[in-house]
């Protein structure tokens, strides 16, 4: 009798890991609010128990869609969405289980990605670095957009690619706009008023982070000039576990000196977002399902100290990204780092030589925007706009729109002074006071000297007293710059130099 019953409560426990395991599971991305990609083919996925079936019904059109599970019990279909509207839609997912996904928009939908500027929120947090952007109060109020949904995703680092992130997706209000990514949220708004059409955005960052922490291991270890970065990560860890080996070590001398009790040694802390790929892995990998228009970007601050190194390793990054997601040249719009004390010209160098080794990309100039002491300046509206304007311009193809500030070209040295042309220029140059600052000449020997820059149509000339027979000029050459030359449509022109061998 009583192994009967052992083998009826066998059965049952059996019965009930087989109903927990059938049960279809949907990554947190494919939810209640979400965004789908208007006009696209758009990825749903999840998990079931292998080959099992499932069905799923589309608000939007009559025919279900049934799909296998693989013998892993991962299942993945690509479903046609129609133009964005206010509309919204339900989902629904039959299977061992039924799961109901409501109040669907479809839209445009954008990732959002990149290290603190990126992170920084619309709302102030007492005591923190979050202190809220110009005129948060206002901004926060009038941030009553149902149309505009959010997904911020918690920040994680993992040593393998993941398949899922912990987050949410939230109607944009005065309530949850307070800890959303402001960049975003500004870019996005622009775009929501300009195309009239539902946008979701999907915020990817953290503080303090380098491009190498986005970027596949793979890829780091297949380019030689990337091996440095690994093998200094691998000496950080090394003494990381120096550290933790002398810290167990005088714990365990301690506590027997002690007879136990409770001692004052602090552990060493490891910072988990600072490794390469650690980022990749846990807040972008599992994100590549899902279909979207294209990325906004916001990082540099914390790879200014190789900036060189960044100059191949951002454009592959962004590869990466591509190759991963595709979905082809993706959009890809980012921003220049905003002057800081902590800084160097040569981060800003590198992100604007970027727009000739990234195809379908964009830059949004901030040298107007920073802080000399703040590393995360306040004005955020006016990044997000500059961002929305590139992608307005080349991805939503909105005619006659400039969307950046004058781009450095090429020269011409006229005897004693040297021409420059520009690109995004032919509304001719403005100036916010009588003189045109930060330019400076050089000659054979490469020593700089204040330069006197004149407006001449649509070229700068440039030249000084000091320097009888030029030969480079550069602009805006410094941590901190304070240039006051914008196009006609009061966008900044970029820091640049002619000469880049120095």
Known sequence: MIYIKKQFLFLIILMLQFSIKAQVKLPALVSDNMVLQQNAKVNLWGWASPNEKINIELGWQNNSIEIIADLAGNWKVGVDTPQGSEKAYSITINASNKIVLNNILIGEVWICSGQSNMYFPVGKEEGTWKTGVKNYEEEIVKANFPNIRLFTVLTNASPKPLDDVTGRWALCSPESIKTFSAVAYFYGRDLHQKLNVPIGLISTSWGGTKAEAWTSQNVLEGNPDFLTILEEDAKNEKVYQEKLEAYYLNLKNEQLANNGLKTELKK????????????????????????????????????????????????AMVKNWREDWKQGDFPFYYVQITPHKGQTPEIREAQLLSLKLISNSGMAVTTDVGDINNIHPIDKQTVGHRLALIALAKTYNEDKLVYSGPIYDHMKIKKNKIQLFFNYAESGFKKTNENLKEFEIAGDDKTYYPAVAKIDGKTIVVSSDKVKNP???????KAVPEPNLFNGENLPASPFRTDLSN
């Not at 490891?270 to 294209?294: C, D, F, Q, R, W």
């Not at 030969?471 to 050459?477: I, P």
């Open 268 to 315: 060493p802390k490891k910072e988990a977002n600072k490794t390469s790929y650690v980022l990749y892995n846990a807040m972008l990998h599992p994100l590549i399902n899902y279909t979207m228009k294209g990325v906004i970007w916001y990082q540099g601050e914390s790879n200014s100290g190789k900036a060189q190194l960044y100059q191949t390793l951002f454009p």
């Open 471 to 477: 030969k480079s000029v550069r602009f805006a050459w």
